[in-house]
């Protein structure tokens, strides 16, 4: 399939279309300069779902730095899998209301327009809550893998590919990851995928500069397997690929709870590993204290005990690298890396604050809406799809290793070897 063409509209190819492409855009917009068409597929659109949060800001634009943006995007295809009012209300079919947008009775309906043909300049999947099936090793089947697959069907009747997003991890099994990836590259379309971790704001706001030293990586976070596990372990290698030489792959991922966890910590060759984890708990807005304040110096021999019921992931990576995981019974995303030059420790929150229901706008989305919309108007991924698809291959094993008692899961597979984007820095919101 190497005569298929990856689009990056032109604004002769922006302005085709005439008063059809007008359907679904906010009324200000109407009358400019058609922007490049969207299909969205979610998977349900409730409140603070992430297709609830994508759907919002692609329709109506977003905040930011004291402004408010219009979508540089126009959701000209809408497809929502499921429509379910318990036990939150569904809010899909009220939304596309509003929006002026005509809910698609499929995929394929979704990226033709009812034309028959792809009809579309990009393509975005949030495929994050709603009724699914789980694999034996506890992972929500969500259809990205399946609704990918249909967009390349479609790339490929139409003999040209355009852009496409996908929200979090690849998929669950390692060679439908793998199959992703090289159909993209097969296709010639750029490929983008991952959550707000990386382009959230961070406290302090460093970036690490391409080729710092570093020698392991730590993030301290919350929540559980199969999904936060994969946000914990983006927030580490956003940082740990712009290490020197850049990222080599990983060879073995290990998942422990709670006190194997801690005595594979306290072993003597981990003692950065510690030093790392106390200086990542430092960052935290909300440690698990008692009356308010620690009433012991926070140390590792404190983390073990106020964190002792946690679950840990560590990544072998082929270059000597380690990653080490924690999820904790904190409620924020903080990283610490050592560097090996200087001896010192790098470490920040990666500020990921949780909506109220009928309040926050959970912000933290609008960062990575910028570089979805970019994507589109420019035809070029803002960072390699190789750290999604590290990322997600660093979960799948995650979890088959937490499933067979915390075996050492070997991965010569996920030898995967990229350098950062020289060009990609992190957007400060």
């Not at 999947?125 to 694999?135: L, N, Q, S």
């Not at 801690?262 to 960052?283: C, D, G, H, N, Y």
């Not at 073990?304 to 000597?320: I, K, W």
């Not at 610490?336 to 990666?350: H, K, V």
């Amino acid at each position: 399939m190497t005569s298929i063409r990856s689009v990056r509209p032109s604004r002769r190819h922006i302005l085709a279309g005439g008063a059809a492409a007008l359907v679904g855009l906010p009324a200000a917009a109407r009358g400019a300069e058609r922007r490049p068409r969207i299909a969205f597929l979610g998977t349900v659109v409730h409140e603070h779902s992430h297709s609830q949060h994508f759907l919002d800001r692609l329709a109506i634009g977003h905040a930011w730095r004291g402004a408010w943006h219009e979508p540089r995007v126009e959701i000209a295809g809408l497809y929502i899998d499921q429509f379910p009012d318990w036990p939150r209300k569904d809010l899909a079919r009220s939304r596309a209301e509003k929006y002026g947008l005509t809910l698609a009775p499929s995929v394929e309906q979704a990226l033709t327009l009812g034309t028959g043909k792809l009809a579309v300049d990009g393509v975005v999947i949030i495929a994050e809550h709603g009724e699914y099936p789980r694999t034996a090793t506890g992972q929500t089947r969500y259809p990205r893998y399946r609704w990918f697959k249909e967009c390349v069907r479609a790339f490929e009747a139409a003999g040209r590919a355009v852009p496409v997003f996908m929200d979090k991890h690849l998929s669950t099994t390692w060679p439908e990851c793998r199959e992703m990836v090289d159909d993209a590259r097969r296709l010639g379309f750029p490929l983008h995928a991952g959550s707000s971790l990386p382009v959230t704001l961070r406290e302090p706001a460093i970036d690490l500069p391409l080729d710092t030293a570093l020698v392991e990586s730590v993030c301290v976070a919350y929540g559980g397997p199969d999904s936060y596990d994969f946000h914990a372990l983006e927030t580490a290698q956003c940082m740990s690929e712009r290490r020197k030489g850049g990222e080599a792959g990983i060879v073995a991922v290990q998942a422990l709870r709670r006190e194997k966890l801690w005595e594979a910590l306290a072993a003597p060759e981990r003692q950065v590993t510690r030093e790392l984890v106390v200086a990542a708990l430092a960052r935290s807005h909300n440690l698990p204290v008692e009356g308010g304040y620690p009433t012991a110096p926070v140390s590792f021999a404190w983390a073990r005990e106020a964190c002792r019921d946690s679950t840990g992931y560590s990544v072998e990576h082929a270059d000597g690298f380690r990653t080490t995981v924690l999820m904790a019974p904190i409620r924020d995303f903080n990283y610490a890396g050592r560097r090996a030059d200087t001896g010192e420790t790098i470490s920040c929150q990666m500020v990921l604050p949780m909506p109220t229901w009928g309040a926050s706008t959970a912000d933290f989305f609008t960062p990575l809406v910028r570089h979805i919309e970019e994507m589109i108007v420019t035809g070029k991924a803002p960072y390699p799809i190789e750290r999604t698809l590290l990322t997600s291959g660093m979960v799948v094993a995650g979890v088959e290793s937490l499933t067979s008692a915390g075996r050492r899961i070997e991965t010569p597979q996920m030898r995967i070897a990229y350098r950062a984007n020289p060009e990609s820095t992190y957007w400060q919101p």
